[in-house]
């Protein structure tokens, strides 16, 4: 049985890891322009192991491995089908190490916070929620101000890697707010999202609010107008970005166009695999190319994620195909599964406090 430990530096430690783990590799990648977001990823990932093992409070959680590892090679067995020249490539190669290495380093990570109080976790999360609410406004400011002429923001290349850092801190923070808090959460992380003009937070964003608390309609509409007055505030607001984003009939927008192309290659390279997939790394490669990604061609942009389809959902289904689909499905099994426990355990919170 584990026991929960707490020392004088948990939180200090505990933050050091989000922030290893969170921020490190953006900070990596943009601030000190190393060429590879993976290259700064596997730097991370290193530190963060070195790390863990120097406080010894790693886990072997070796079946996840090796289960992981079979999982691999079955499937660079199939790109064989496509181009053996490709299997045997070094970028094969390092990603099949760099993701055994990463689920190593993520089972420590999780026993390095399991051995933590909740207590401790919850003050470091909240520290960490504070630390990027403070990044969001002063890019806002300094984009308002042109001091910087792009969406960048700080230690984060563009507003869309700032949201996949921000979105899960959010919901965390979310959760265990309570009263008038709330509230100034919403407005705080709306009025941001709005701000740096990102639609990728604001719908996140949304999403964890309409799924993990229950809202009124008037809390709604307080919430909308304090978030639309604080970004008034901070910058001028252009709704034109959303509205542009939302125009699936505009062929032209570039982040429209990813998503399509995600979407249509992931269900073309299923089709003509017969449900097998492409292979390991072969998105982008090898595998159907679509209408979608011949326009992005055409506008001078044929890279534009092209490797990853924009989304997990497209690479794992156009790479893995049926089981590719089961992990989307399992996903999303797990994420359901996750709220509904949530929401009993916060109905009895309620009921006894």
Known sequence: MSIR?????????IIFLFLLF?????????????DNFSISTIISIILLFVFLRAKNTCKDNLLIIVVLFILLCFNCLLSMLFNIEQVLSFKIVLSMYSILI????????????WLCSEEILKRSVFYLFAFLCLIGIISILLQKTEIIHDKSMILFP??????????PIFSFCLYYTRGGGVLLLYILSL???????????????????????????RQTIVIFLGAWIFSMILSDLDISYYTSRLDFKNTTNLSVLVYLSGI???FLNFITS??????FQQMGVNGEVGVYQQILADLDAPMLNIYDGSFISSKLISE????????CIFYLFIFFDFICVSKKIRDIHRSIF
């Open 5 to 13: 430990i707490e020392e004088p530096n948990s939180t200090k430690r």
């Open 158 to 167: 563009e507003p869309s890697a700032f949201a996949l850092v921000f979105i």
């Open 274 to 279: 017969y449900g097998l997939g492409i292979g």
């Open 191 to 217: 009025g941001i999202a709005l701000g740096i003009q990102n639609l990728t937070m604001l719908v996140g964003i949304v999403i964890s609010v309409f799924v993990m608390k229950k809202i009124t309609i």
């Open 320 to 327: 893995f195909g049926f089981i590719g689909a089961i992990m």
């Open 264 to 266: 249509e290659r992931a």
């Open 102 to 113: 990463m689920a190593y380093v993520s089972s420590c990570y999780a026993q390095t916070l």
């Open 22 to 34: 969170l921020v490190f590799p953006d900070f990596l990648f943009y601030t000190l322009g190393i």
